[in-house]
């Protein structure tokens, strides 16, 4: 299992399953994106994809066992993040698998490398709706993680409440299931040193870097966060779009990006049974290999 240096220090933590042609996944999750959230989805594209494919999972930094420093979230810098892994396997061209937030991942990494994508396949995209969701909706999963710190602090001057995020990440390293830790919870709990580096922060200025972090990953303008809209009516290689359900992955999002990309094929995708969830791991196999060249 193992990891990639970045420029500034950042650890990258992927793995390889299978062979064949390579194809990189890009988890869902509520604002990380780690391999172990796939735990959770209705197919296990690590172990069902590996049969026919080189399946290349990644932790992307700030998630899973992927580590570091405490910066803003940035697409661009996560796209880059994803080729060089891409390098490290030396995988030339590759297809995408995303689901939930990994599709805007996907967005950023079409458009910064198309040439390294032979096709997307993205499950339950993320987005900003009109009468479905509003950007409260994305913005509050940094709520708790900001109020923590704050709350605390009457109670602990020392440092400003920060002991008390270190507290919370120590009981649960995993922001999707304990907000209040922040998106650097799984470090926290992990290498007591990175601690040092928030206390040096203060209060302040963490709760500056949440914001920043958040709004990074949900900024305003586009409805697709990671690209314009417009990227999307250009996009360069086939896609396979899944719908989601509501909330912060609408059906009207996946309609929409199946309706502007100019080779893109809506699936009414079946999650709810055993004979749905087959015929549309089928369907996800089938496109991949329709893509690869023969």
Same mark, same amino acid.
């Given at each position: 299992?193992?990891?990639?240096?970045?420029?500034?220090?950042?650890?990258?933590?992927?793995?390889?399953?299978?062979?064949?042609?390579?194809?990189?996944?890009? /988890?869902?999750?509520?604002?990380?994106?780690?391999?172990?959230?796939?735990?959770?989805?209705?197919?296990?594209?690590?172990?069902?994809?590996?049969?026919?494919?080189?399946?290349?999972?990644?932790?992307?930094?700030?998630? +899973?066992?992927?580590?570091?420093?405490?910066?803003?979230?940035?697409?661009?810098?996560?796209?880059?993040?994803?080729?060089?892994?891409?390098?490290?396997?030396?995988?030339?061209?590759?297809?995408?698998?995303?689901?939930?937030?990994?599709?805007?991942?996907?967005?950023?990494?079409?458009?910064?490398?198309?040439?390294?994508?032979?096709?997307?396949?993205?499950?339950?995209?993320?987005?900003?709706?009109?009468?479905?969701?509003?950007?409260?909706?994305?913005?509050?999963?940094?709520?708790?993680?900001?109020?923590?710190?704050?709350?605390?602090?009457?109670?602990?001057?020392?440092?400003?409440?920060?002991?008390?995020?270190?507290?919370?990440?120590?009981?649960?390293?995993?922001?999707?299931?304990?907000?209040?830790?922040?998106?650097?919870?799984?470090?926290?709990?992990?290498?007591?040193?990175?601690?040092?580096?928030?206390?040096?922060?203060?209060?302040?200025?963490?709760? =500056?870097?949440?914001?920043?972090?958040?709004?990074?990953?949900?900024?305003?303008?586009?409805?697709?966060?990671?690209?314009? &809209? &417009?990227?999307?009516?250009?996009?360069?290689?086939?896609?396979?779009?899944?719908?989601?359900?509501? +909330?912060?992955?609408?059906?009207?999002?996946?309609?929409?990006?199946? /309706?502007?990309?100019?080779?893109?094929?809506?699936?009414?995708?079946?999650?709810?049974?055993?004979?749905?969830? /087959?015929? =549309?791991?089928?369907?996800?196999?089938?496109?991949?290999?329709?893509?690869?060249?023969?």
């Amino acid at each position: 299992m193992p990891d990639i240096v970045r420029p500034d220090g950042a650890h990258i933590h992927y793995e390889v399953s299978g062979s064949g042609e390579p194809v990189l996944l890009l /988890a869902p999750g509520d604002a990380l994106s780690r391999i172990d959230d796939w735990d959770e989805n209705f197919y296990h594209p690590v172990r069902e994809l590996a049969e026919h494919f080189q399946v290349i999972a990644m932790d992307q930094r700030h998630g +899973g066992r992927s580590k570091a420093p405490a910066t803003p979230f940035s697409y661009e810098q996560a796209a880059a993040d994803q080729l060089a892994v891409l390098d490290e396997v030396g995988a030339q061209q590759a297809h995408v698998v995303a689901a939930g937030i990994g599709c805007a991942h996907a967005w950023r990494l079409v458009a910064e490398a198309p040439e390294r994508i032979r096709s997307v396949v993205c499950q339950e995209p993320v987005g900003r709706e009109e009468g479905t969701n509003a950007f409260a909706d994305f913005f509050s999963l940094f709520d708790e993680a900001m109020r923590l710190p704050r709350a605390a602090s009457f109670d602990d001057a020392e440092t400003e409440g920060l002991a008390a995020v270190f507290a919370a990440a120590a009981r649960d390293g995993n922001f999707a299931t304990n907000p209040a830790a922040g998106p650097f919870a799984q470090r926290l709990r992990d290498d007591t040193e990175f601690h040092k580096e928030i206390l040096a922060l203060r209060r302040e200025k963490y709760i =500056t870097l949440l914001v920043r972090f958040r709004d990074g990953l949900f900024p305003a303008g586009s409805p697709y966060f990671s690209v314009p &809209e &417009e990227t999307v009516s250009e996009f360069p290689v086939p896609l396979l779009v899944l719908p989601g359900k509501g +909330g912060r992955q609408p059906q009207g999002v996946a309609e929409r990006i199946a /309706a502007q990309a100019p080779s893109a094929r809506l699936v009414d995708a079946g999650f709810d049974s055993a004979g749905k969830r /087959a015929q =549309t791991v089928g369907t996800i196999v089938g496109f991949l290999n329709e893509n690869t060249p023969k």
